[in-house]
Nanobody, 114 residues
Framework: QVQLVESGGGLVQPGGSLRLSCATSGIIFGDYVMAWYRQAPGKQRELVALISSSGTTNYAEAVKGRFTISRDNAKNTVYLQMNSLKPEDTAVYYC????????WGQGTQVTVSS
């Protein structure tokens, strides 16, 4: 059974930081492209960042320079370090694993507000 379990969301003030984690099980983690998506109320789900099995990263323009995606293959976990958070970063953040089949986590809420 494949599981992607996100954690680390919460309420933070503008300019603050959060670190999201996604612990996986049931997949050969090192073979998968891992990504973080987000969905704000009334908007479509969008790609935030991805990291290939070899460690190559790609970011949405809106988060470049502020967010960092990383992976620990020994722990089967992917992370998203989010700095300089803005109110427009408020969304549910989803972990995503892709190879031949795609898997999603249940999401974690991130709210940026004063």
């Amino acid at each position: 059974q494949v599981q992607l379990v996100e954690s680390g969301g919460g309420l933070v003030q503008p300019g603050g930081s959060l670190r999201l984690s996604c612990a996986t099980s049931g997949i050969i983690f090192g073979d998968y492209v891992m990504a973080w998506y987000r969905q704000a109320p009334g908007k479509q789900r969008e790609l935030v960042a991805l990291i290939s099995s070899s460690g190559t990263t790609n970011y949405a323009e809106a988060v470049k320079g502020r967010f960092t995606i990383s992976r620990d293959n020994a722990k089967n976990t992917v992370y998203l370090q989010m700095n300089s958070l803005k109110p427009e970063d408020t969304a549910v953040y989803y972990c995503h694993a892709a190879r031949i089949v795609r898997y999603w986590g249940q999401g974690t809420q991130v709210t940026v507000s004063s």
